[in-house]
């Protein structure tokens, strides 16, 4: 009888302790939230010079845009892909002047954020957000063949990897504005490695 009592004590304690660990959880505003950002960015060209071509000036920039997916895996984490496109810029320069020449790269990749406001703020829905993020991924480099002495103008799949930071304010309930700036490094593009500001809307769900 007694062995029986202990036993549904120790039941009723789990059960207990597995409802407040629920409850806890159920107050995170990342855990089994979606979130997607549609984000720009410019990214600076490298000065270099490759016989009669050279690449843009330190003071000429290319646009990128990009759109996440991300889904909170845990209170603080949360993880996702993207994609997105951007353009890079090549200049020839000969007798009869200058031929800028744009090459497109459409991105991918893998990022996750890691967040540091639910530490502090037990809440469901709060409209600030403040962030590490990281990401890995690729992008593919299109030309036609010919247009730039090899080994100059990147062609095919490369990768990049970024770290940094980010926050957001929430307008309205599911709709804001967020920013990140990190440190990017490119393993085939005209870019180089930088660092980098992205900004634009965030929606979560």
Not at 92 to 103: I, Q
Not at 136 to 144: I, M, R
Request: aromatic letters at 18%; a positive charge.
């Amino acid at each position: 009888m007694q062995k029986s009592k202990v036993k549904i004590t120790l039941i009723v304690a789990c059960m207990m302790f597995a409802v407040n660990i629920s409850a806890q959880d159920s107050l995170s505003y990342i855990k089994s939230r979606w979130n997607i950002k549609a984000g720009f960015s410019q990214y600076e060209e490298k000065k270099s010079s490759f016989g009669q071509f050279r690449r843009y000036s330190h003071s000429d920039f290319n646009p990128d845009i990009r759109l996440e997916l991300n889904y909170g895996f845990m209170d603080h984490l949360e993880a996702g892909v993207y994609i997105g496109c951007g353009w890079e810029s090549v200049e020839e320069e000969d007798a009869s002047g200058a031929t800028g020449l744009e090459v497109f790269s459409p991105s991918f990749g893998l990022n996750a954020n890691f967040h540091l406001l639910p530490f502090l703020v037990k809440k469901r829905d709060f409209r600030f957000d403040l962030y590490v993020t990281g990401r890995f991924g690729g992008a593919y480099y299109k030309h036609k063949p010919g247009d730039t002495p090899e080994g100059f103008q990147p062609s095919g799949l490369g990768t990049s990897a970024q770290l940094g930071a980010g926050g957001a304010f929430y307008v309205f309930r599911h709709m804001g504005l967020y920013a990140e700036y990190g440190y990017e490094w490119f393993g085939k593009s005209l870019r180089g490695n930088q660092s980098n500001l992205r900004f634009g809307l965030t929606f979560k769900f």
